[in-house]
């Protein structure tokens, strides 16, 4: 995708990152048993939950609040209400997944899970990745090419300052 615009081409560069760790995460929890909790302070367990919890405090923080109270008002207001109407919807029931996995992904963090704790975190982390790619792409195939012919360079300037200073 040949994105012209600084907030677009960081949009996007964050989605190629959801879409690599959304795929670590299908695989080793796809892979795992749900009635067993595996070592999850083997190294490859613990940085993979790392990652996911570290990507998702800023996914749900950062980059969908940059998209929310900067982008989503100016397509709102280009007439993409509905595909902003669509993309909030995913945000809010991402949201509602990624809250109880990120207190899930504490307690693995402090090796305080239980195998019910296990079987609701590897549900949860399929479910989110999942959700989550579906989201991006939708974003990568209409929200991202419609912002970038939007946003005039002064605006496109403002918003990556913005985002850069988490403001």
């Given at each position: 995708?040949?994105?012209?615009?600084?907030?677009?081409?960081?949009?996007?560069?964050?989605?190629?990152?959801?879409?690599?760790?959304?795929?670590r995460v299908q695989r080793a929890f796809a892979s795992a048993a749900?009635?067993?909790?595996?070592?999850?302070?083997?190294?490859?367990?613990?940085?993979?939950?790392?990652?996911?919890?570290?990507?998702?405090?800023?996914?749900?923080?950062?980059?969908?609040?940059i998209e929310e109270r900067a982008l989503f008002p100016l397509l709102?207001?280009?007439?993409?209400?509905?595909?902003?109407?669509?993309?909030?919807?995913?945000?809010?029931?991402?949201?509602?997944?990624?809250?109880?996995?990120?207190?899930?992904?504490?307690?693995?963090?402090?090796?305080?899970?239980?195998?019910?704790?296990?079987?609701?975190?590897?549900?949860?982390?399929?479910?989110?990745?999942?959700?989550?790619?579906?989201?991006?792409?939708?974003?990568?195939?209409?929200?991202?090419?419609?912002?970038?012919?939007?946003?005039?360079?002064?605006?496109?300037?403002?918003?990556?300052?913005?985002?850069?200073?988490?403001?």
């Amino acid at each position: 995708m040949e994105l012209q615009c600084h907030i677009t081409r960081r949009l996007h560069d964050e989605h190629e990152a959801v879409f690599s760790l959304n795929a670590r995460v299908q695989r080793a929890f796809a892979s795992a048993a749900a009635d067993s909790l595996p070592d999850l302070a083997a190294p490859a367990w613990s940085t993979l939950l790392r990652d996911l919890h570290a990507a998702l405090e800023f996914e749900i923080a950062g980059h969908f609040d940059i998209e929310e109270r900067a982008l989503f008002p100016l397509l709102i207001e280009a007439g993409a209400g509905d595909m902003v109407a669509i993309l909030d919807d995913e945000h809010k029931v991402i949201r509602a997944i990624a809250s109880p996995l990120i207190e899930l992904l504490r307690k693995a963090g402090n090796a305080g899970l239980t195998a019910t704790d296990w079987r609701s975190l590897r549900a949860l982390g399929l479910e989110l990745a999942e959700r989550l790619e579906a989201h991006a792409r939708k974003e990568e195939a209409a929200m991202l090419p419609a912002l970038d012919t939007l946003l005039d360079p002064e605006q496109d300037r403002e918003l990556i300052a913005a985002y850069a200073d988490g403001s």
